[in-house]
């Protein structure tokens, strides 16, 4: 059947161009469609991606670390450590030799100036490795020895290792600068070698203390007892 031909009435004419108008506006909004799909990466509309992270878990430090110094024990029983060096607390040896005398220092040090008559003294003593490189030694308490004299150092009062001779190993590896430190108490009394004879309680008076570790010896620490 053939359509008539001649101008088209006004109502088919503009059917025509809404229809046509219609499809374009369509057509168009696919193309927007898809440029938009692409530039998502093929993502559904409405749909993001989960961001990725990572976390490291936290180090936890050990609980109750001080590094305030343990009260010194009571007695004569010998040196008591009062700190650890730093390769002791991380648990790590250093492979050294033997520390010889000239690589180490031993100070003494007295807690207080003054002390009361039947107070007990508290003695520090201080092993510094002085060399350049990292060095071995066993500082235990047996090889140590913690000596009260006169203050002008003719007499001698009392020495730790005279009724505690032994002691047990303690070898140390410092590296350069690193110390170990023990701390060691006196009764006040008099003592002699193998615990001999009597003990009795030193005057009031001026005296001081000496502090050895084998051939090592410290400076003289002066201190009063009242």
Known sequence: MLEPTGPLPPEIYWRRRALAIGLLVVALALVIWLVLTVTRGGDSPGTTKAAETSSAPATNKPAGASSSTPPPTTGEAGAKPSGTTAAAASG??????TCPDQSLAVKVTVEQ??????????????ITNISSTACSRDVGSGLQQVS???LDGQRRLWSSTDCYPDGAPDVRTLNRGEQAAFMVTWSGSTSQPNCAGDRVQVPPGAYAVVAQLGS???AAEPFNIA
């Open 216 to 218: 090592l010896r410290s």
């Open 113 to 126: 100036p003054t002390y009361k008559t039947g107070e007990t003294p508290v003695f520090g003593i201080v």
């Open 92 to 97: 790590t040896q250093v492979a050294a030799g």
């Open 148 to 150: 009260v004299t006169t």
